[in-house]
Structure formats: structure tokens, C-alpha cells
């Protein structure tokens, strides 16, 4: 709380000591190393932002970190003003707890009045392109590694220098769901932090050929192209659905013929490399190889521990490093469909009020995604429960009812259930010979007892650990 003798200044130091300890040292310098503190009257305390994204980032992916440590600091009914730099206003108010969305886009004067705008923002009295960028599609949530590294850094160096580099065009092609869409449109956003000046713009080719069939009904096909002909950097997706359409490709080679004659920027995705798109015009071809063509991978190991730690701390779920390695281990799918695995768990928790186990993951999974893992047999639950609990084979399958042992065939009667696709009846008779009331008796005893008992949960998580990872 801010006392007589510290400056808003001061205490803004401290809450930047706090943020480094919660971000990477790239966030932290990208982020938040640029802010200012201008003002603190008591309950408003107004941060000078190089520029509009500064807002949006920090809304969207900070402020749950963020405003704790403010009204730590500065007190508990502390809000946030942003003072934006810009042409025709000094500031733009932003309460700390308010929605972003509305802010407006930056208003870049062009000299093309007179152009059909596809991208016009209805209202307002100057052309203004809207870049069709996703807030969330940015670097700082692009998670990188080996099967997207080179892709990434030559991103990256695309918005530093957009134009002026040896990756124009910059052909980004994968597989659906490896990133392809993000690390563009991260691009994008960057290039507008570094370069505000700039006309970004991204664009499906799907849109794009809409775009173009409608101006040719219209008669339309010269301001069609003349627009995108004023365009800095250009974004387009899925460029091979350009594949037969003649018309589209023509209208498209004078676009891109333009913009590289005039130093512009041109970033393309696909899901093939240039050499292997059909019904392409090989004056187009002979182009998209110009610079430099990178590939996104199916991500290894590592990178997908990391998507699986970031989309679990974006999800504000506590996952614990078992069932991450779970996760990792048994789900081969691209980053869209881990992520969305992902989703369904923690929602299916969420909604079931369970603990987040290897368990729940195996259950909720199978519907989603496809796990790689060998078939657990009953025998092989049976070994490792007798194995944990220190029992031999005779004890566990003779007549004997004490607490021990009944305990040991409930919990292998349980665990039967829930990962092996063998009838209850089966069960029964391979673990004591019961009947499968027993076993229905059995797995409701045990999940009674998951829920009252810690001691007997964690026992029972550790079997189930061991089980799994056969």
C-alpha cells in the first residue's frame, strides 16, 4: 500500500520487481520494461503504452497477475488508465477491469479514397484497413521448439525488416493444427508494434477468391487489385486453395508481382511445399520459391510439454508433472487437437468436481483423442497391486476375507473397471471368483472411499500411477 513516503514511481518499481519474478525475460522486456507510470491521484494510476497492442496484450493475457499486485500496492481499489500516444488523442482510458475489444485500430491515412475497401471499418471518416489479426495469435503465446524453430525465427525476422530480408515471400506449409495460422499472424502483430505505420493485412485465400468473385460480378476487378496493391504486408492462408481457379491465380500474380517490385512484404501458409501444389500456374510457383519455405512438424517431446504446461496455466488448471508426462506420453496429435484434448480435461474436472489424475485423463481422453498405450490386461493390475501392497499371488486368489486382502481385491477390481474393456462378470472371476454384484459393490466402496479418505487416495493413485505406466 502506498505510504507518505514512496512515490507512485517507486512503488511502480516494485510492482516491475514483482512482474520479473511471473514472466519470462522476453515478456518482461517486451511488455512491461516499456511502461511509464505518469500519474497516481489516490484510485487512478495512469501508465504511458508505446501504443494500442501494449493495451490488448496486457488485458488479455496479464491482468489476472497483474491487479492483485497493483492493489497490493497502490491499494484495493486501484484502476488502470493506459495514456496511448496518438494523432488525434492524448489518451485511451481503459479501466483495469474492462473489455478491450472495442478499443480502435490504428487510423492510417492512404491517398487511395476513391478504392473499394473489402476491410472498411463502417463509421469512420478515414480509410482504415482492418488487419483481420487474432489478439491471441501472438509471439508471446506461440510456443516454440525443433519442429517449429526455423519457421519461428524467420518470423520473427520478417517483422523486424518486413520487405527488406531474403524471406519474400515467406511460405510457411504443415500439416492442419501445427501453428500455422498463430506464428503468421504473429507476424502481423509484430510488425505493427515495431512499424504502426505499416498496412498489415491477413486474409484466408478462401476470402480472398470470395472477394474476387464478387468484384467480378460487380465489374469491380480493378479496385480489387489496386487495394491490394496498397497493402505493406500481406498475409494469405491456405494459398493452395488457388488450385484451379484461373481467374484468382491472374489477379493474384499482378498483386504479388506489385508488391515485391515496391519492397512490400508477402507471407503465405499452405499445407504442402510450393513443389508439390497442383493446378497452380507455374509463373506462381516459380514465385512462392523465391524465398525461403519453412516447415511446421508434428511437435516433438519437449515442445509438447511445454504446449501442455502453457494451454493448462492459460486454462487456470493445476496440473501436476505425472499427468503431464501422461499426456505427453500417450497423445500423438498436433497441437490444435492436444490442445483442445487438453480443454475437454480440465472442463470434465471442472464439471465432475475430480482432482485432475492420469486416471480422469485416461477416461475423458479416449473420447478425444487417440491414446497410445498397450492394453491393460487384469492380470497385469492384479501384479502390480499385489506387488504395492506386498502380497503374494496365493493370499490375493485364496478364500481369505480379511480387511487386507479385501481391500486389495476391491482396489484391483476398480482399477479393472476403469482401464481394461473386459466385463464385469470377467472381472469377478479372474479376481476371487465373484460375481459382478461384488464387483459393482466393489468399485462404489472404493470411490467412496477415494472421496473421504486422503490416505487412501494417494494409495490408490500410486497403484494406478504404476498400472499405467507399464
Sequence with gaps: MLNNTQTYSDIWQHCLDQIKARTSEEEFRKWFQPIVPLEFDGTTLRLRVP???????????????????ISQLYGQQTRLHYAVPRTSATTVPVAADADTTAISRFNTQTNTANIKNPFVIPGLKKIVIDPQLNPNLTFATFIEGECNRLARSAGMSVAVNPGNNPF??????????????????????EVRERHPELQVLYVSMNKFQAQFQTAYKNGEIPDFIHFYQMIDVLIIDDI??????TGTQNAFFNIFNHLQLAGKQLILTSDKPPVELKDIEQRLLTRFKWGLSAQLNTPDYDTKLKIIRAKAQKLGAQISDDVVTYLADNISANVREIEGALSSLVANASFLGRKITTSLAKEILKVYVKIN?????????????????????????STERTREIAQARQIAMYLAKQHTKAPLTTIGAAIGGRNH???LHSCKAVTNLLETDK???????EIEKRVLAQ
Excluded: M, W
Design 437 to 439: 454384484a461384488t464387483v
Design 168 to 189: 519474400n515471400p515467406l511460405y510457411i506449409y504443415g500439416d492442419s493444427g501445427l501453428g500455422k495460422t498463430h506464428i503468421v499472424q504473429s507476424i502481423g502483430h
Design 455 to 461: 490416505a487412501f487416495r494417494r494409495q490408490v493413485e
Design 51 to 69: 501504443n494500442e497492442s501494449y493495451v490488448r496484450q496486457i488485458e488479455k493475457n496479464y491482468i489476472p497477475f497483474l491487479k492483485p499486485i
Design 373 to 397: 498405450q498397450k492394453e491393460i490386461t487384469i492380470d497385469h493390475i492384479i501384479e502390480v497391486v499385489c506387488q504395492y501392497l506386498n502380497l503374494d499371488h496365493d493370499r490375493f486368489n
Design 240 to 245: 493452395q486453395e488457388l488450385t484451379g481457379k
